[in-house]
């Protein structure tokens, strides 16, 4: 089955620097990759995805890159802010398979 | 439109009980998915629903069990509790494949 790994477990950024956040998967058929961000005491939200057929996607100051060849995506997080402080989770699936979760990032947003 | 709800928020419970967590999913979906969240583990699959069929099944034992109704809300019930199932548990729903959208969870104490 599917197993994804995610780097690092911690990331502690100044305040107005960029965060990357890297995922890794093992299924070459995974072609979903949604990534969720978890403000403490609340839910995952999601926050982008991307599909196999694209190799980028921005949303302001979020980006997700997608390299299908090495199997990894990661999360681009431009001018950070203290809101953005959270736990970033990446997950990847096919189909209607479940989607399988990374263990998880804490950023730290130092202002 | 209302997002994903999930009854009731809390529960404290003593080993060898029962417990029955609801899920109610966003108007219109079909498919909910329920997760297991601990600190070490992260998310891991419980099961998923659709159209009131189990669709998908994670590595839990036969205590985890679950079921959806008509009107597509899902409980998922846990029997003989143990110290272990201690967790936040969350589920969510989605409309078109794949993308999915969370409960605020129910946090289960198991004493």
């Known amino acids: 089955g599917e197993n994804v790994e995610q780097h690092p477990s911690t990331l502690s950024v100044q305040e107005g620097d960029s965060a990357v956040i890297k995922c890794t998967y093992s299924?070459?058929?995974?072609?979903?990759f949604p990534w969720y961000k978890q403000e403490l005491g609340k839910r995952p939200q999601l926050i982008i995805d991307?599909?196999?057929?694209?190799g980028e996607k921005k949303d302001q100051r979020i980006a997700v890159t997608l390299n299908k060849t090495a199997k990894h995506f990661s999360l681009h997080i431009t001018e950070t802010q203290p809101e953005d402080s959270a736990v970033y989770f990446c997950?990847?699936?096919?189909?209607?398979?479940?989607?399988?979760f990374g263990k998880g990032t804490r950023l730290s947003v130092i202002a | 439109k209302a997002g994903v709800t999930q009854t009731p928020r809390y529960l404290i419970k003593t080993r060898g009980q029962q417990v029955t967590l609801s899920c109610s999913p966003i108007?219109?979906?079909?498919?909910v998915s329920w997760y297991q969240q601990t600190p070490g583990q992260g998310l891991q699959f419980l099961f998923e629903?659709?159209?009131?069929?189990?669709?998908n099944k994670g590595n839990f034992p036969g205590r985890f069990s679950g079921r959806q109704f008509s009107n597509s809300r899902s409980e998922m019930n846990v029997s003989t509790l143990e110290l272990g199932d201690s967790a936040l548990y969350l589920c969510?729903?989605?409309?078109?494949?794949?993308?999915?959208?969370f409960g605020p969870g129910t946090r289960l104490l198991v004493l």
């Open positions: 969510a729903s989605s409309l078109l494949e794949q993308t999915q959208y």
């Open positions: 299924d070459s058929a995974s072609n979903y």
């Open positions: 991307i599909r196999s057929n694209v």
């Open positions: 997950a990847a699936n096919r189909g209607n398979t479940p989607l399988v």
């Open positions: 108007s219109g979906h079909r498919s």
């Open positions: 629903y659709f159209s009131e069929t189990q669709r």
